[in-house]
């Protein structure tokens, strides 16, 4: 059995990677370490906690005496977990040097010490590029990040590719664009705008809502990190792009539609300060490696707000119970007027 170790496997990314891994990979065996922060939720693992060839440990990725020896029986790890969101980041960075550099260092050094790691895959985002008005990112660019989760990314990304440089580890790094699909918890626009939809909440559109996303399905994600794990050389980086560059007002729109809702449930407010106008990724890289992505937008996002739609049993409590989200959402929004 090959051993993988699959961090931040309770978050969204994560769950559907570690669904898709024990699917596709019969002969792998999965770790999740995960720390169950408010995003991670045993729940998006519910149909694979049972499968003998997952284990679940609940524990921090900084502490070393959990992570140290789940790295050292690895041969491949997938790093996802993460402090993932812009909005908090910028209410309070401080978790996201924690976890996201800090984490991830002790995470590498646990790699070189074992010494027989094959493979530490660091999953990275586009937004370590900054915005980018016009063109595509490419992977050679330079790195411009410009708010507190997507420096704390940054550092990962070249902390990480500095233990390959170094080290000789066999790390690689994916620069993922946005990604949408089931378990993705309801602060990002999607679930968000499509669960306070459902209920007739106001949709809140930020600034002037001409922002663009470059929107990949998590299931050509999970695809793509598959093949990596495979086909990839040490110490490059592949950006992932679904090809989907979307205004935030028409995803709006386009996702009112699919609920049959009305555009006055469109409430603009103030805009996110140091909002990246554009993300846009040049995928040609990966795509050289046999990989394309599968899901047209249109199917995947009539998919999703499909999910949401059969699954309030999954965000309901979060939204409606649980007083955490309830104090982020007001901390949030009620200063946007
Ligand atoms: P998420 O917030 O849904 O999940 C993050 C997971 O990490 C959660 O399960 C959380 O409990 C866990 N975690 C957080 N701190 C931890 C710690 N210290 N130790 C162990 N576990 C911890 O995030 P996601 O959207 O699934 O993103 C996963 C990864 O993909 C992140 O690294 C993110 O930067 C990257 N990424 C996300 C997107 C996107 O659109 N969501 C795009 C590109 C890249
Ligand atoms: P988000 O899902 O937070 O992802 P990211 O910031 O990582 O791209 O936001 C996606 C886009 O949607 C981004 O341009 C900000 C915008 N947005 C809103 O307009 N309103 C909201 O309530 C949220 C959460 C995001």
Redesign the pocket.
Known sequence: MVEVLV?????????NFVRHALASRPDWRVTT?????????RE?LHDVMDNPRHEFVH????DAGVSHPLVERSTFVV???????VDRSILAAG?FI???VE?TFVLLEAARRAGNLQRFVQ?????VYGSVPTGASRETDELKPRNP?AAS?AGADRLAYSYWATYGLPVIVT??????GPY??PE?VIPLFVTNAIDDIPVPLYGDGRNVRDW?HVDD?CRAIDLLIDKATDGEVYNIGGGNDVMNVDLTHRILKELGKPTSLIEPVADRPGHDRRYCLDTTKLRGLGWAPQVPFEDGLRQTVDWYRRNDWWWRPIKENDPAFKAYYKAQYDTRG
């Open positions: 961090t931040g496997g309770a978050g969204f990314i994560g769950s370490l995960d720390k169950l922060t408010y995003a991670g939720r998006n524990g921090d990725i900084a790093h996802f977990a993460a402090e993932t969101h978790d924690r976890t996201d984490g999953i990275s985002t586009d937004e989760y990314k620069r993922a664009s946005n990604n949408y993705q918890f990002k990949l994600h």
